[in-house]
């Protein structure tokens, strides 16, 4: 395998989620957030809890325009809000796996017994050296992983919760991913997914005006708006072939393209199958192919997360080899495990998802390539749109269109 990033997405799975089909939604109750995140889409506003009343009818239109199998409860910082347990309770009486995405400051082990009690399905938590959080300042990315194990460990002492992390890359931190990849493959017993948001915001250096409903408009109000010149077209490639520097074999299997470009990877996916602290291999389109269209076939909804109860039988994910050619390379190499270490057989055989995801791209032409099919599509006045381009409606009423500036306004 090569260490450059090169992928050919015609030989990836194309995840099959589109707007109306999808395996999430994106729910949020609040923008209220303990922590100042940089590269945050949302405007922090304290007073801005949503009545529960409010959350349902939410629930409702997602359920009445989307067929999904999970909801990710974000914000903000969902935690905040003092009616979480019965939104996730809530959430999941309609049948939806609830998802809770925060930051952790306000997770103990008493609110998490009540959340499980409640019916949540899983958490993810994002954790990064750019949060200003109190007590890890200046702290590296490597250094976090000693509280990202905190929360792992507390997820597993409940039990039965899936366990997955967020992390923003930005350009001076690229060089951190490989530490995450490796830190999450010696814990693939209690973390389920690891996942690398790449960073993106509006820079004075963009060659572009900004318009709303073709009038020219000033981005400063917009909490993703930059001051100062900074990198912020990372792509997906350029993350694995920093991963593949230490671990050669990387393979991705499955991707989201782009609303614009069909070879971009918006969302690409990683599985690999594992012992503690031990990779066999990365699984192949086939496999992924099989667990969506399954999935799909006996549920109607295509596949989220998954409990760690089933993660955790990758031996059994072995009986595939005959369709997937990197499950083969998975049982080749713990059968040679096993040869040099029959120890191996009474450890448990996990997989694991590595992510990630590559927002908004500004192309030459102005176009703004989005996520097609993206998974966080959120509420907005009873419509679906992009979570991560909300405050554009709830500033200017509508989208942002960026133009070149030897071009001509839109119409």
């Known amino acids: 395998m090569s260490t450059n990033g090169y992928i050919d997405h015609r030989r990836l799975y194309r995840l099959p989620w589109t707007l109306p089909d999808n395996a999430i939604s994106w729910l949020e ?106 007590g890890w300042k200046g702290r590296s990315e490597t250094d976090l992983n000693d509280l990202r194990l905190e929360y792992a460990q507390m997820l597993a002492e409940v039990g039965g919760i899936s366990c997955a992390f967020n992390s923003t890359v930005y350009e001076d931190t690229l060089k951190d991913v490989p530490d995450l990849v490796e830190w999450a493959g010696r814990h693939i017993d209690i973390v389920n997914v690891m996942v690398f948001i790449l960073y993106r915001a509006a820079v004075p250096t963009l060659p572009f005006d900004w318009y709303a409903g073709g009038k020219k408009i000033d981005m400063k109000p917009l909490v993703y708006n930059e001051n100062r010149e900074r990198k912020i077209d990372m792509k997906a490639p350029e993350v694995v072939a920093e991963i593949r520097k230490r671990f050669p074999d990387f393979t991705p299997s499955a991707y989201l393209n782009g609303t614009e470009k069909p070879d971009s990877f918006k969302w690409l996916l990683t599985g690999r199958v594992g012992s503690k602290g031990k990779v066999y291999g990365y699984v192949g389109p086939k496999f992924m192919e099989v667990m969506q269209t399954m999935h799909h076939l006996g549920t109607g909804k295509y596949l989220a997360y998954e409990k760690p109860q089933l993660t955790r039988k990758g031996r059994s994910m072995m009986l595939l080899s005959p369709l997937d050619r990197g499950i083969r390379g998975v049982a080749k190499n713990y059968l040679k495990s096993l040869l040099t270490r029959p120890a191996d057989l009474f450890s448990g055989v996990h997989y694991q998802s590595v992510m990630i995801i590559q927002p908004v791209d500004f192309l030459e032409n102005g176009y703004q390539n989005m996520c097609d099919g993206c998974p966080d599509m959120t509420i907005w006045n009873g419509e679906l749109v992009w979570s991560c381009r909300m405050e554009e409606l709830k500033h200017f009423g509508t989208w942002v269109r960026t133009v070149p500036r030897d071009g001509s306004a839109p119409a």
């Open 29 to 134: 109750p609040t923008s209220a957030c303990n922590l100042a995140c940089d590269g945050c889409y949302r405007e922090n506003i304290p007073s801005s809890h949503k009545p529960l009343d409010t959350v349902r009818a939410e629930i409702d239109t997602f359920l009445t325009l989307r067929n999904c199998d999970g909801i990710s409860i974000a914000g903000g910082d969902p935690l905040m809000h003092p009616e979480i347990v019965r939104i996730v309770g809530h959430t999941a009486s309609r049948g939806i796996k609830p998802i809770v995405n925060t930051n952790g400051k306000n997770l103990t082990m008493e609110l998490l017994r009540e959340l499980k009690k409640a019916g949540v399905y899983g958490f993810t938590f994002h954790v990064d050296s750019k949060q200003g959080r109190p």
